[in-house]
């Protein structure tokens, strides 16, 4: 990769760091425009990791553009926002829902948790198939973790499920010491970032449990 392309590669990375901080910070919040910030973020790093040949990351980034648009649907979807006949107005009818995005925070269900890790076996071990053979991915092992654990991860956010918070703490350690070996710096920094709000976001949404 030439000097030219590495500086404009930097330059749109620094760009999806910046957006990516936002986006945890919302996410810790439970702020709903987490979600159209998500989706920028994830168009930036489609690119990034296409070009730094992290294969089964820039599918992950695929992914997230579609569970963006699901998470932003079902959080909207929950505030109430469509009137019920009962003359109730959106805020009496959404009430503290309404301020917290919509989908109360919830504790991960034994049967959801059984399923999930079922899907996450699943899709660990086909990805590290895929990217072993079919790939020139340099890490396809510790790649394949980090995905996998990423789609489990966003789908419980998007159902606000609190637990989702632990796998984001393993992701993000994996990924400082991953994305190092690789030089992409600006990025080391954001999951360094994402690492320590990770323990933030812990600790906000378990006062939600209590409320």
């Known amino acids: ?3 030219f392309d590495w500086t404009e590669l930097n330059r749109i990375e620094v760009f999806g760091v910046i957006t990516g901080i936002i986006y945890v910070f919302l996410e810790i919040r439970q702020n709903i425009w987490l979600w159209p910030v ?14 730094s040949k992290f ?6 980034q695929v992914y997230y553009l579609v569970v963006s648009f699901a998470g932003w649907y079902w959080w909207v979807k929950g505030t109430g926002y469509k009137a019920h006949g009962s003359g109730e107005s959106k805020e009496d009818e959404a009430g ?35 990217l072993s053979g079919l790939t020139d991915s340099p890490v396809p092992g510790w790649d394949s973790l980090i995905t996998s654990l990423s789609v489990i991860a966003t789908w419980m956010l ?3 499920i609190f637990e989702h918070w632990y796998l984001w703490v ?5 990924s400082v010491i991953i994305f190092s070996t690789r030089e992409l710096y600006p990025t080391v920094i954001l999951y360094l970032v ?18």
């Open 1 to 3: 990769m030439g000097s």
């Open 38 to 51: 998500g989706i920028a973020t994830s168009a930036v790093y489609v690119y990034v990791f296409f070009s």
């Open 55 to 60: 294969y089964a990351d820039m599918s992950l």
């Open 96 to 130: 503290e829902a309404d301020r917290d995005g919509g989908l109360r925070v919830t504790r991960l269900k034994l049967r959801t948790g059984i399923i999930l890790s079922a899907v996450f076996v699943v899709l660990y071990l086909l990805m590290w198939l895929l």
């Open 158 to 160: 998007a159902r606000k």
């Open 170 to 174: 393993v992701v993000n350690l994996v």
């Open 194 to 211: 994402y690492l320590t709000m990770s323990f933030a976001g812990l600790r906000t949404w378990r006062k939600s449990l209590s409320s």
